[in-house]
């Protein structure tokens, strides 16, 4: 495990204390048992302190600290290495990982230029290995549904559509306050909807525009950015265009009733498709509680630790189903057949697009172009416009 923070505790800490405790099973590649064998962290507190508290029931790990960290991980040879480090440090550490023929679980956004995608993408087929990325949104059952109504052509041709992510300023004032610096929420939040969008949805991307505010979390003339508006335009097969507008927010008062504002609409030709975190069903309110340490509206389909009816104490959700999907896949791969049919089954779950590097070029595309727009804002020369040919990002 490549990065200790917020993360882990909500999505890997849940499925390697669960694994440790059950196995992993599949007919295809029997019982396996799936072990946290080491940790990379900057000052290794957090692993410290996460060994002492799961003592009880997972195996000691090894804990590595400093700028070498990650290296002296990868050289421990594991199976598979999870990286959930802030994003500008991804490339290096899934890089060494991969030329070490390890597969490779990256947090979004993957790498934040096109560069770094085809170099990654590259170094897994050449080492025959797994390269993933966690984009657990298209796990959340809404959005399984929307794309089942999409590929059963139930809902016809995509005409526009319009995303919101709200979070509130402790996520950029405490979370995440040690890289925000230089930052914007768009990278970090809006990546999930571009790749709903574009794994949903098909097409070309082609056309990339953004803007944002500044003055809360950074200097109002600096490079931080409090919220940011991007737009893109996708062109499908039959000549025809649609655009979709995400909204991102990480300075909303601490105090709003969603903890995540979450809103998606998606028009067709035949229909609508409306969505909202914070009308899925459930309200809570909790004397002295909420809405701060508990929030009015809860998303127990992410993640929800509940007390099964009978009786055990579970922590569960999408985001803690990718995860779970990730080591299935590679014991798909190591342990699911013969070992002449190997780069079959790597090839099997290299054509999963919903996470395979090779299928990120353009939700990558887009992330690169709206920090290069957001750039030249920061520089006094907004109103930027990317375009993108499927190769490379063209600014104007």
């Known amino acids: 495990m490549i990065g200790m923070g917020m993360i882990f ?92 023929g390890i597969h490779v679980l990256i947090e979004k956004p993957s790498v934040l230029s ?9 170094l897994a087929v050449e080492n025959r290995v797994l390269a993933r990325v966690v984009y657990h949104k298209l796990l959340d059952p809404d959005h399984k549904k929307l794309r089942t109504l999409v590929v059963d052509n139930v809902l016809q041709h995509v005409n526009n559509g319009y995303c919101s992510l709200l979070e509130p300023r402790q996520i950029s004032g405490q979370q995440f306050a040690e890289w925000i610096t230089g930052r914007n929420p768009g990278t970090y939040v809006a990546v999930h909807y571009i790749k709903l969008i574009d794994f949903t949805f098909g097409g070309r991307l082609k056309t990339i525009t953004c803007t944002g505010q500044r003055g809360i979390v950074g200097p109002a003339d600096g490079p931080t950015w409090d919220s940011c508006q991007l737009r893109l335009i996708y062109e499908y097969e039959d000549g025809r265009e649609a655009a979709f507008d995400l909204h991102t927010s990480w300075v909303t008062p601490d105090n709003f009733p969603g903890y995540v504002e979450q809103e998606v609409q998606f028009r067709f030709d035949n229909g609508i498709w409306n969505g909202h975190s914070r009308r899925r069903g459930v309200e809570l309110t909790v004397a002295g509680q909420t809405p701060l340490q508990l929030k009015n509206t809860i998303n127990n389909h992410y993640n929800a630790t509940c007390v099964e009816p009978w009786g055990e104490r579970t922590q569960r959700g999408y985001g803690v189903e990718v995860i779970e999907r990730f080591a299935r896949e590679v014991a798909l791969v190591e342990y699911g057949g013969p070992a002449a049919e190997r780069m079959e089954r790597l090839q099997q779950v290299r054509s999963l697009t919903y996470s395979d590097l090779s299928a990120d070029r353009q939700v990558v595309a887009a992330v690169e172009a709206m920090e290069l727009i957001l750039a030249e804002q920061a520089a006094g020369r907004p109103d930027r416009v990317v375009r993108f040919d499927g190769h490379a990002l063209q600014l104007i």
């Open 114 to 122: 096109l560069a770094e995608l085809d170099e990654l993408t590259q």
């Open 9 to 100: 505790d909500e999505t890997y800490r849940p499925f390697f204390e669960a694994v440790a405790r059950k196995g992993l099973f599949d007919r295809r590649f029997g019982d396996l048992d799936v072990q946290l064998t080491g940790a990379a962290t900057r000052t290794g507190k957090r692993a410290e302190a996460y060994q002492q508290a799961a003592a009880d029931i997972l195996p000691p790990f090894t804990s590595f600290a400093g700028d070498d960290a990650a290296a002296q991980l990868i050289d421990t040879a594991p199976a598979f290495v999870c990286i959930a480090t802030p994003d500008n440090r991804h490339f290096e550490a899934a890089r060494d990982a991969l030329r070490a």
